[in-house]
């Protein structure tokens, strides 16, 4: 006896304006969140000041990801809908470049080393975009990178700082780099989730990837670069992946 699937009704779709303004990626929130809040945190804590540069910092972040987001869709979109992209491209774009100007003014000129590193991930991000190849995982890991990356020059605004890698250093990377492997964990794990629901193959990835940095985890808080917490929390990710 054949069974029907009860459908659910159907949610009234944004139009391509309101998606322009506000994105629909729901994890990118905690991607561009969570990171910075760390480094705030680990800022804090190692009894460096919390400088006003730190408020456009934040500003900056969060309104040149609006803006590629908007940017993304009008690439996408047909030349005769990409109208409605130019206003939140536009008014996304110069708050970037006045907020990211008063980084630097408040901040100083030893942010700008961070430019170098980041660049060829912005370039990658835009490229793929113009592509239409915004979902890949290579796009993925480049925009959680910038996101991590971030968190990371809140702690150290001036990158060459962590060239010493001095014992005091090595537990902070440690966290970032964990942070790093958990959100691009994420990128194998909805894949396997929504755009390649029932594929064995991309099950195994997202499964495998929490299984290596589980023990990675398992490794750095052995030698007390991780708190314990941190194996724990992978484990639970893998399990996640698993069921």
């Not at 069974?3 to 309101?18: D, W």
């Not at 460096?48 to 934040?58: F, I, K, R």
């Not at 193959?201 to 997202?206: G, I, S």
């Not at 495998?208 to 929390?233: C, K, S």
């Amino acid at each position: 006896m054949s069974q029907t699937r009860q459908r659910k009704p159907n949610r009234p779709r944004r139009s391509p304006a309101a998606r322009g303004w506000l994105p629909n990626q729901h994890g990118a929130w905690a991607m561009l969140t969570v990171p910075f809040v760390v480094g705030v945190v680990l800022r804090s804590r190692s009894g460096e000041p919390l400088e006003a540069w730190l408020v456009p910092l934040a500003v900056a972040e969060l309104s040149a990801y609006l803006a590629f987001n908007a940017l993304g869709l009008w690439l996408h979109a047909a030349p005769a809908r990409r109208d409605c992209f130019r206003k939140p491209i536009t008014a996304y774009g110069l708050l970037t470049a006045v907020s990211a100007a008063l980084v630097i003014v408040l901040g100083g000129g030893r942010l700008l080393w961070w430019l170098p590193l980041a660049a060829p991930l912005i370039a990658w991000a835009i490229w793929q975009a113009s592509r239409k190849q915004d979902r890949s995982v290579t796009s993925g890991l480049a925009t959680i990178t910038l996101a991590v990356g971030m968190g990371l020059a809140v702690r150290f605004p001036d990158p060459r700082e962590l060239l010493g890698l001095s014992s005091d250093i090595a537990p902070v990377l440690a966290i970032f780099a964990a942070l790093l492997a958990y959100f691009a964990g994420t990128v194998w794990y909805v894949k396997s989730l929504i755009r390649e629901w029932g594929n064995p193959r991309a099950r195994r990835q997202a499964i495998g990837w929490y299984v290596v940095f589980t023990m990675l985890a398992l490794v750095a808080a052995a030698v007390r670069l991780l708190n314990p917490g941190w194996p724990v929390f992978f484990a639970i990710c893998t399990l996640r992946a698993w069921w």
